[in-house]
């Protein structure tokens, strides 16, 4: 069965490192791979959206690989803030447009 | 503003009793979708809708009802609510295709006694 696994357990950092979180995934072929931040009590917000064939994506601080021959995405936030304190999803999708698989997601806490 | 609104944001019933929760988006998207959030699960997708009048499953349908007679509105009606439908509920809507940003709403806390 399809799985999509992220780090369960919380990332602490300290500010001004850059954290690097894992998205990896299994029985599954997606098209496209998208990452979210959530905060407590909050919807999801999207990230950034990296194509199957696209092997890097970068936005001001964030940088998401995706090795579909390694089937894993790794997300990563450069210069990090204690602002940055979030739980970050990542979810996959096959194209054709109607399905969009999450991951439980990782918390991570940006300490000064 | 360009937003999703989820109505109410906080529910307690009891088993059995019929409630619907309201979704709308200003955006002109033509895809919504429901989602529940439980503790060591995930997001996982309950029903979407790629226009009006079309409505499809998703991972984790069963007790759940969906319509989409307008294109802004989306409601969920379970119509005979359980412990088991205690969670998390988002919302969330796009433009059309996958590679458009999706948006969620705030989400709507629903216990179910």
């Known amino acids: 069965s399809q799985k999509i696994e992220q780090n369960s357990e919380a990332l602490n950092i300290q500010e001004g490192k850059t954290a690097t979180l894992t998205c990896n995934y299994t029985n599954y072929s997606p098209a496209y791979l998208q990452w979210y931040r959530q905060d407590p009590g909050r919807g999801p917000v999207f990230l950034l959206l990296i194509r199957e064939n696209e092997k890097e994506k970068r936005k001001e601080r964030l940088k998401v690989t995706f090795d579909t021959t390694l089937k894993q995405s790794l997300f990563h936030i450069t210069a990090s803030q204690p602002a940055d304190s979030a739980t970050y999803l990542c979810a996959l999708d096959p194209g054709g447009g109607n399905k969009l698989t999450f991951g439980t997601g990782t918390q991570l806490k940006v300490e000064l | 503003e360009a937003q999703v609104t989820q109505n109410p944001r906080y529910l307690i019933t009891v088993t059995g009793k019929k409630l619907t929760v309201t979704c709308s988006q200003n955006?002109?998207?033509?895809?919504m979708s429901w989602y529940r959030q439980d503790p060591g699960l995930g997001l996982r997708q309950i029903y979407y809708s790629m226009n009006v009048e079309v409505t499809d499953k998703g991972d984790v349908p069963e007790g759940y009802k969906v319509s989409r007679k307008e294109k802004r509105n989306f409601p969920l009606i379970l119509e005979s609510p359980s412990p088991n439908q205690t969670s998390l509920y988002f919302c969330?809507?796009?433009?059309?295709?996958?590679?458009?940003?999706?948006?969620f709403g705030p989400g709507t806390r629903l216990t179910v006694l």
């Open positions: 969330a809507s796009r433009l059309a295709v996958s590679t458009d940003t999706q948006y």
């Open positions: 955006m002109n998207h033509e895809y």
